[in-house]
């Protein structure tokens, strides 16, 4: 189990952050996105040529409706089925997963890096990625012409600017104002009553215990568990990073969110962890699926309202 766990881990971090994606590709040197995209044209119907600016600070030109997408990033994959536009995607990675209708679509292996013969052969006219590699980036861009569009938002207002983004990328102007207009309704209607909450408990999240690895100021996980009515322990790092169990001690969490629920009954037993003010109250959770937290995208709302439901209970039993 922990050997798993440790992979989920690592998992975790290559798919939603640029220094750990670095890190783990070897030769990969590290690319810092810029929050500069442009906001989406305000037609309704995009125009083509359609020169964007993407995360990554970069003019992409799109020269025609694109027909033929690769994602090289779950959180793109979902978007692009959200905006419905899924039946264009002639690529994805082993990582994306979601919706169900995305197994039907051949992979090209990982980000680590993908499989270039897999790619060309897609015949993609627009590539989807993240953060990601530089290396891999720069050899789809510069050696077989295709464009990137970059889309790595770290927190709602930036989330709902890059859906606004993609839609005017792939001509779903209206569907992506939609998306934006009901994830907007739906986080008021959490903040609006964590908001009155008298008290902002402590919240540690558990994205691996072996090693303790947790989320960080700068991740949507900082920013859901603040605007859940809690206050994230591990904001004192930056990103997702590894945690000491000393810092643990000392920071003393009331909550314990782990990234699935059936990690919980492991983090109750576990060896020097007995002492935590959330293990003596029994205040240790579980997410059924940690997209839901983790992956920018409309299902983002789901997991804000469990994180807050689980935080403030009192302010959601009524």
């Given at each position: 189990m922990i050997g798993i766990r440790k992979v989920r881990a690592m998992a975790l971090a290559l798919v939603l952050?640029?220094?750990?994606?670095?890190?783990?590709?070897?030769?990969?040197?590290?690319?810092?996105?810029?929050?500069?995209?442009?906001?989406?044209?305000?037609?309704?119907?995009?125009?083509?040529?359609?020169?964007?600016?993407?995360?990554?600070?970069?003019?992409?030109?799109?020269?025609?409706?694109?027909?033929?997408?690769?994602?090289?990033?779950?959180?793109?994959?979902?978007?692009?089925?959200?905006?419905?536009?899924?039946?264009?995607?002639?690529?994805?990675?082993?990582?994306?997963?979601?919706?169900?209708?995305?197994?039907?679509?051949?992979?090209?292996?990982?980000?680590?890096?993908?499989?270039?013969?897999?790619?060309?052969?897609?015949?993609?006219?627009?590539?989807?990625?993240?953060?990601?590699?530089?290396?891999?980036?720069?050899k789809l861009a510069d050696e077989y012409k295709l464009p990137i569009l970059t889309l790595e938002p770290k927190n709602f207002d930036e989330l709902y600017n890059d859906i606004k983004l993609l839609g005017a990328a792939v001509n779903a102007q209206p569907q992506a104002d939609k998306i934006v207009a009901d994830m907007q309704a739906a986080v008021k209607e959490i903040t609006d009553k964590t908001a009155k909450a008298t008290a902002k408990p402590a919240a540690f999240y558990v994205a691996s215990d072996d090693p303790i690895f947790t989320a960080g100021s700068g991740t949507f996980i900082d920013a859901l568990i603040t605007m859940a009515g809690g206050t994230n322990v591990g904001g004192d790092v930056k990103g997702w990073a590894q945690y000491n169990l000393e810092q643990l001690v000392a920071k003393n969490p009331a909550i314990l969110i782990a990234d699935n629920a059936t990690s919980v009954d492991q983090l109750k037993a576990k060896k020097g962890w007995d002492g935590l003010q959330a293990i003596k109250t029994g205040k240790v959770y579980g997410i059924s699926d940690w997209n839901l937290m983790t992956r920018p995208g409309p299902r983002l709302t789901q997991g804000l309202k469990w994180l807050a439901e689980t935080i403030h209970p009192e302010l959601f039993s009524k």
């Open positions: 952050t640029v220094s750990v994606l670095a890190g783990c590709t070897g030769s990969a040197t590290q690319t810092t996105p810029t929050p500069a995209s442009t906001p989406a044209p305000t037609a309704k119907v995009t125009t083509y040529p359609v020169t964007l600016k993407d995360d990554a600070g970069n003019s992409v030109t799109i020269a025609q409706e694109p027909k033929h997408i690769v994602s090289l990033a779950p959180s793109n994959t979902e978007l692009l089925f959200a905006l419905g536009k899924g039946p264009l995607l002639v690529g994805r990675t082993d990582f994306c997963d979601y919706p169900a209708d995305v197994k039907n679509v051949p992979s090209v292996g990982s980000l680590f890096p993908p499989s270039y013969e897999k790619i060309v052969a897609a015949k993609p006219d627009l590539i989807l990625m993240m953060g990601g590699s530089a290396d891999v980036k720069k």
